[in-house]
């Protein structure tokens, strides 16, 4: 087995979800728009998954909707709070640290006449609250802003942009991406203000290919779907229910039990001090949320440093922490020495993620930076 240090770009499936998953394929295989009991049931047990799921997040069942990832949850909130605020006016504010799933259409609204406002992080991966509320304008249609970056492991400020919003007047609608916050640090959509919330079940161990948008049910009555289609979910999110990864996903939030977060930080932790005392590596923060750990080996390329680790069986990420010998967006944007971008590497942690795992990565990267080897060197 590979060390897999790698929780924040996907998970291994739980044992709980793989049952529930096959279950469902198996045996309650039924369409849950079809009629007779076999659908019946298909129907029954996806509804008992959603009400697993919204207990979890704090939400009524009816506010969440299941769709195919994190990605189109993005994507549809925005396209949707736009849509509702269409009169309000052209402007979105969001942050320069976001996943692709909302900077993509970000850059795709301003080519078709939105004005973006990104705000920047500090050199800790940090958001400024100040900064939302400077840039609101009576303009502001929509602020997307994630709850816990997935490259820094650090937690925006959420419920602050909802005060800010809620103390302007202002009538912006506020959407969180939650896909890495999600069990991992603790909120409810309420509590956090938000209109919408993002997620994506395989980063809690479900399957790929399944995640979910929490609407505010205030909203439902103005939301418009992504795609149209039959009537399932209520007709805001058309297309035959994907009921053994909703079972999955289901059965992964109820296996998450009490105290997970706080062992996978315990472990992080360790990561931390163990790696930083190592000569040649430095933790570039230490966030809030209790799975990432962002390092940089400055004198190292971080994509030469994931290959090497990968060559020896160990799975940590440059992914977006670095591509192609260009840093990542997102520490591009925060004022660090460039040799410190460039030798990103991001190490994110399990509920399986052991501290003698940890003791295997820091011999290795004390290997590494002892190398004099150029194929590992810049
Ligand atoms: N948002 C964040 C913060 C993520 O980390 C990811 C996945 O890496 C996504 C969105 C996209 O989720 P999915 O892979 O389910 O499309």
């Known amino acids: 087995m590979p060390l897999y240090f790698d929780h924040a770009a996907t998970t291994p499936v739980c044992p709980e979800a793989a049952q529930a998953a096959m279950e469902v394929m198996t045996g309650q295989f039924g369409n849950p728009s079809s009629l007779y009991p076999l659908g019946k049931a298909a129907a029954q047990r996806r509804d008992a998954d959603r009400a697993i799921i919204a207990q979890a997040l704090g939400c009524l069942p009816e506010e969440l909707f299941f769709t195919s990832c994190g990605t189109e949850s993005n994507n549809w909130a925005i396209r949707a709070a736009l849509d509702l605020n269409r009169r309000v006016g052209k402007h979105i504010i969001t942050t320069a640290i976001e996943h692709s799933a909302v900077l993509e259409p970000a850059k795709l609204l301003a080519a078709q006449g939105f004005e973006v406002t990104y705000l920047k992080p500090d050199k800790t991966g940090r958001i400024d609250p100040a900064d939302l509320a400077a840039a609101l304008r009576p303009d502001t249609a929509l602020v997307s802003m994630m709850l816990v970056n997935n490259e820094?492991?650090?937690?925006?400020?959420?419920?602050?942009?909802?005060?800010?919003?809620?103390?302007?007047?202002?009538?912006?609608?506020?959407?969180?991406?939650?896909?890495?916050?999600?069990?991992?640090?603790?909120?409810?959509?309420?509590?956090?203000?938000?209109?919408?919330?993002?997620?994506?079940?395989?980063?809690?161990?479900?399957?790929?290919?399944?995640?979910?948008?929490?609407?505010?049910?205030?909203?439902?009555?103005?939301?418009?779907?992504?795609?149209?289609?039959?009537?399932?979910?209520?007709?805001?999110?058309?297309?035959?229910?994907?009921?053994?990864?909703?079972?999955?996903?289901?059965?992964?939030?109820?296996a998450w039990k009490p105290g997970t977060a706080d062992a996978i930080r315990a472990v992080r932790d360790y990561a931390a001090d163990t790696l930083s005392a190592i000569d040649g590596v430095e933790v570039i923060t230490r966030g809030e949320a209790p799975h990432i750990l962002p390092i940089s080996l400055p004198d190292f390329s971080g994509q030469s440093v994931v290959e090497a680790l990968g060559s020896q069986g160990v799975c940590v990420s440059s992914g977006s922490a670095c591509h192609r010998g260009k840093p990542s967006h997102v520490f591009a944007a925060m004022p660090l020495p460039p040799k410190v971008r460039l030798g990103a590497v991001r190490i994110s942690f399990g509920p399986d993620s052991t501290t003698a795992e940890v003791d295997e990565l820091a011999a290795l990267l004390t290997q590494i930076c002892q190398s004099k080897s150029l194929l590992f060197k810049r």
């Open 152 to 254: 820094l492991g650090t937690v925006l400020p959420v419920r602050e942009a909802a005060r800010a919003i809620r103390e302007a007047g202002s009538a912006a609608l506020l959407h969180v991406d939650a896909v890495q916050g999600f069990l991992k640090v603790p909120f409810t959509p309420k509590d956090l203000g938000c209109d919408f919330l993002s997620l994506s079940a395989h980063k809690i161990r479900a399957p790929k290919g399944i995640g979910a948008l929490y609407i505010r049910r205030e909203l439902h009555k103005k939301v418009k779907p992504l795609m149209l289609g039959g009537g399932q979910e209520r007709g805001f999110r058309p297309g035959t229910e994907a009921t053994a990864q909703i079972a999955a996903f289901a059965a992964s939030v109820a």
